[in-house]
């Protein structure tokens, strides 16, 4: 069967990359802020509202292309990690969901681990992470990763200043070695505005399926948007290198996200249409006589609707 290229791509970091990712939009006092800062400087252009019909059949197409993508990571054995960070309602659960759907979940999954046990706190940072990395032929998509301790874990106090400094000068090497043992680790910070988390986390209080989304640390972490970006600024000033790049996801617009981390993401692995050739099913079985038990022996559930 000829295979035919679907999508290039290449792994090399662009020339003139951002070496220090815009910083998120700072909720302070106007006076405080240089005007000639980068945050301001960083400020996109507003985009024309991206219609729900292009979202879709952009996403549908898309779709076809992760298929095509986890084949071939499948049948050439790579192993994928890819990291969402961000801040609360940045948009990272979402950009996974969007991503998983058309995948099979026995190649790909999702790993969102809670907080640590007794047992887990007395190991070693990283190991409860390695465990859950992708054997060859899978795809991992941590919901938060080993960040955590750069991120939460730093501003709330969860961890000592030891603690903190050692995973600062031990997260590049781990990362490093990850990337020589043959693992594609890319990794993506949602950038969400000040104006827009506040929008998500009020519609988190008027939609009773999304409640339960809203917990005491994201209201927490709403009253620390200033302590949170430091921590994110000096997170990326000691781990943005070249073999583990950071790559920003402006999430003001969900959907324009979706379909920008989806695309970027597929240029991570360039991969060739291992699609197989149509089949033609079978002729089913002829009628023997066989009779099948009654309908009524079986026990079926309620039918309200």
Same mark, same amino acid.
């Given at each position: 069967m000829a ?9 090399t970091?662009p020339?003139g990359r951002?070496?220090?990712p815009?910083r998120?939009?700072l909720s302070i ?7 000639a800062? /980068?945050?301001?400087?960083a400020?996109?252009e507003a985009?024309?509202r991206?219609?729900k019909?292009?979202?879709?059949a952009?996403?549908r ?6 298929v095509? @993508?986890?084949? @071939?990571i499948?049948a050439r054995?790579?192993?994928?990690v890819?990291?969402?960070?961000g801040?609360d309602a940045?948009g ?14 026995r190649?790909?999954?999702v790993v969102a681990?809670?907080?640590?046990t007794?047992?887990?706190r007395?190991? @070693?940072?990283?190991?409860?992470y390695?465990v859950?990395?992708?054997a060859?032929?899978e795809i ?10 750069a991120g939460?874990e730093?501003v709330m106090?969860?961890c000592t ?5 050692e995973f600062?000068?031990?997260c590049?090497?781990f ?20 104006a ?5 986390? #009020?519609?988190r209080l ?5 409640r339960?989304?809203?917990s ?6 709403r009253?620390? @948007?200033?302590?949170y970006s430091?921590?994110?600024d000096?997170?990326f000033a000691?781990?943005?290198?070249k073999?583990a790049p950071w790559w920003?996801?402006?999430? /003001? ?6 379909l920008n981390?989806i695309?970027h993401?597929?240029? #991570? ?9 149509p089949?033609?099913l079978?002729?089913?079985?002829? /009628? ?9 022996d #079986?026990t ?5 609707f």
């Amino acid at each position: 069967m000829a295979r035919t290229k679907a999508h290039g791509g290449s792994t090399t970091t662009p020339a003139g990359r951002n070496r220090r990712p815009e910083r998120d939009a700072l909720s302070i006092p106007a006076a405080a802020i240089n005007p000639a800062s /980068d945050v301001e400087a960083a400020k996109p252009e507003a985009s024309p509202r991206l219609s729900k019909t292009a979202y879709e059949a952009e996403l549908r197409r898309l779709a076809v292309e992760l298929v095509k @993508w986890e084949e @071939w990571i499948k049948a050439r054995g790579l192993k994928v990690v890819a990291i969402f960070e961000g801040r609360d309602a940045a948009g990272k659960g979402g950009a996974i969901k969007r991503i998983m759907e058309p995948l099979n979940p026995r190649f790909a999954r999702v790993v969102a681990l809670p907080a640590p046990t007794e047992r887990e706190r007395g190991q @070693w940072y990283f190991q409860r992470y390695v465990v859950n990395l992708p054997a060859a032929g899978e795809i991992v998509l941590f919901d938060r990763s080993w960040y955590n301790r750069a991120g939460v874990e730093r501003v709330m106090g969860f961890c000592t200043e030891e603690e903190y400094q050692e995973f600062l000068r031990s997260c590049p090497e781990f990362e490093r070695m990850l990337v020589r043992s043959g693992i594609i680790l890319i990794k993506y910070w949602f950038s969400v505005s000040d104006a827009e988390q506040e929008r998500r986390f #009020q519609a988190r209080l008027d939609d009773p399926t999304k409640r339960w989304k809203l917990s005491p640390m994201d209201v927490e972490s709403r009253a620390r @948007w200033l302590d949170y970006s430091k921590a994110k600024d000096e997170m990326f000033a000691h781990t943005d290198f070249k073999q583990a790049p950071w790559w920003v996801v402006r999430s /003001d617009d969900k959907k324009r996200a979706h379909l920008n981390v989806i695309t970027h993401l597929l240029s #991570q692995v360039p991969y060739e249409d291992l699609t197989p050739e149509p089949i033609v099913l079978p002729p089913r079985q002829k /009628d023997t006589g066989y009779v099948r038990p009654p309908m009524s022996d #079986q026990t079926f559930i309620p039918e309200p609707f």
